[in-house]
């Protein structure tokens, strides 16, 4: 396969769940595939993407509707951005302050919080607010076309609270954790290692996960310009073979270790190893005082209970125009016939697996683990 | 603070936000003496939005790699919030790459370093290019409001001839008549005529 390009400047977001990007680098995937990456930090989404449609960035880690928001034109320019790949599943959580989660005690007279906490338990607490004429409560999510945005107004939705009940407001995710403290904001839905932060400091409960609102649903993809792939479709598959093995790599217990101790590097995530390891590890941390939860599915980047979750798949993206639609972001009966096809792109995927055959994989990646929380195994094929 | 600002007419109130002081100084000092007047937060403190709302600034300018931008980003997406011009400052060589994807219909706009000497200019041209923007956005709305209400009122006219067997000629005029009696827009007189005459329909089915 002759590579039409092979210098690439790919976008990311220090999260947690950005390992497959740092691991295909650190692990050399990247280069195995004749791939010279450089991989550049960004600070905001609406950056990456700007970035991103103006051919700054090749390619980059995008939260799951965004490449949508581009090729509809929502809050930008229309662009025709490209999903070929799932980079990851779940990933986020939803984290009160501590005095929130010491007032829902109160208005419910309750002893403790039960794990996964229901959203009903808020409604003592909206009432009595409002009866004391007391400030709505705010919650914070990423990006207005954000999973962490859908899963915020689901888990909401649930214990029946209406969206006038409380305000909800985008905060970036390095000012999560301050605002969380000083009272700003009396909860949020980000990914890791943010709630872990909040947790380790001692300042906030991390109610549920995103795992615990939808199961295994696309978190993050890797988003490029349509036009890029037309240019450059050996680049792209090659950068998709080594993105997949990195996911793969992910899968056993002690990559994942190793892999928290890459991402806690200051070019990448810039945090203590203890608030990255544990969701990578499958544990949610939930307060200084409660032992941590199980979550097997915390990040997922490969295997998931229902088959390989990389490749972009149409339902999973006419489920996420539908989040947007209950949202009130776009009118679902109004978008272009073949959007879902054009955005997510299950065929260059296949192709590059046909790659990915052909050319032999080496290492442990090509058997991969499967890791199921407290035991691993390997594939059984 | 802001009580004070808004007592200044004529002006514009630009927000700044930029954690970089020496740079901020340098912005509000080449503003001085113009038609601007800069509101300058170095962090943010309080929500970002609440800020906006309070002050109502008539342009934001940011560094684009602030990671305050997601914040402002939303803004699109709440209706209340009228759309403002934001400049973005980038100290990158290439951001004139970045100005072509955004310039047109958003409000952002992303020039290069925050050179004083340039400030006032860069400012001048994103207030006069917003402007032109949402002019073209409201004639939009504006043909889109004449359009329906014509509509509206056909199908008033339409009712009426078939109903109360009346010419189109006397339809309308009766239509105007009301409307001049009223000090009602025809638009809102059809709205009305329509109402009555269903209310009448779905009463004689009752009976």
């Known amino acids: 396969m002759i590579l039409e390009k092979t210098n690439l400047n790919l976008g990311f977001i220090p999260l947690t769940d950005s390992a497959p990007l740092i691991v295909a680098l650190e692990m050399g995937f990247f280069a195995d595939w004749g791939l010279n990456v450089t991989l550049s930090k960004q600070n905001s989404w609406a950056t990456l993407r700007d970035k991103l449609h103006a051919g700054l960035l090749d390619a980059a880690q995008m939260l799951a509707p965004m490449p949508f928001a581009s090729a509809l034109g929502l809050g930008v320019e229309p662009k025709k951005v490209i999903a070929p790949l799932v980079l990851s599943l779940n990933g986020n959580a939803i984290t009160l302050s501590e005095s929130l989660h010491h007032e829902i005690l109160k208005a419910n007279k309750l002893s403790h919080i039960t794990l996964p906490m229901a959203a009903y338990l808020l409604k003592e607490v909206i009432s009595q607010r409002k009866l004391q004429g007391a400030p709505k409560l705010t919650f914070a999510n990423v990006f207005p076309y954000s999973c962490h945005y859908y899963q915020l107004r689901d888990w909401l939705k649930s214990g029946e609270i209406a969206d006038s009940d409380v305000d909800i407001v985008v905060v970036p995710p390095v000012n999560m954790v301050n605002f969380l403290e000083i009272g700003e904001i009396d909860g949020f839905c980000v990914g890791g290692p943010w709630n872990a932060k909040a947790v380790r400091a001692g300042i906030g409960i991390t109610t549920l996960t995103s795992f615990d609102i939808w199961q295994d649903s696309p978190e993050k993809v890797l988003g490029l310009l349509a036009s890029f792939y ?84 149409l339902v999973r993206g006419e489920w996420l125009i539908r989040q947007m639609h209950q949202a009130g972001q776009l009118d679902k009966d109004k978008i272009p016939t073949n959007l879902i096809s054009e955005v997510f792109r299950p065929d260059i995927y296949r192709e590059m697996k046909e790659v990915l055959k052909k050319h032999g994989v080496s290492r442990a990646t090509s058997e991969p683990w499967h890791f199921d929380g407290a035991r691993m195994h390997r594939a059984e094929t | 603070m802001s009580a004070k600002i808004s007592s200044v007419s004529n002006k514009l109130r630009v927000l700044l936000i930029d954690e970089n002081k020496t740079r901020a100084q340098g912005i509000i000092s080449a503003l001085c003496d113009s038609r601007y007047v800069v509101e300058h937060l170095e962090s943010i403190t309080a929500s970002l939005l609440k800020v906006v709302d309070a002050l109502q600034p008539d342009i934001i300018v940011m560094d684009i790699e602030s990671p305050n931008r997601d914040i402002l980003e939303s803004l699109h997406t709440i209706s209340r919030y009228s759309p403002k011009p934001v400049v973005m400052f980038s100290a990158e060589q290439d951001t004139e790459v970045i100005n072509l994807s955004v310039k047109s219909g958003v409000s952002a706009y992303v020039v290069g370093d925050a050179d004083p000497n340039r400030v006032k200019p860069i400012l001048d041209a994103a207030v006069a290019r917003f402007g032109e923007y949402q002019k073209i956005k409201s004639e939009l709305v504006e043909t889109k409001n004449q359009l329906n209400s014509r509509e509206l009122i056909d199908k008033a006219k339409r009712a009426l001839i078939r109903k109360k067997s009346m010419t189109e000629e006397q339809a309308f005029h009766s239509m105007r008549k009301m409307s001049m009696d009223s000090g009602q827009k025809m638009e809102d007189v059809a709205k009305t005529v329509l109402s009555i005459l269903s209310n009448l329909d779905a009463g004689a089915n009752n009976i």
């Open chain 1, 230 to 313: 037309q240019q450059f479709p050996n680049t792209v598959l090659a950068m998709c073979a080594a993105l997949k093995q990195a996911c793969t790599w992910l899968e056993t217990i002690p990559n994942r270790f190793e892999a928290a101790r890459i991402l806690s590097k200051s070019q990448y995530l810039d945090a203590p190893l203890d608030v990255i390891a544990p969701s990578l590890l499958g544990s949610c941390l939930t307060h200084k005082n409660s032992e941590p939860r199980i979550i097997p599915s915390y990040n997922q980047f490969s295997a998931s209970h229902n088959g390989s979750l990389n490749q972009p798949e």
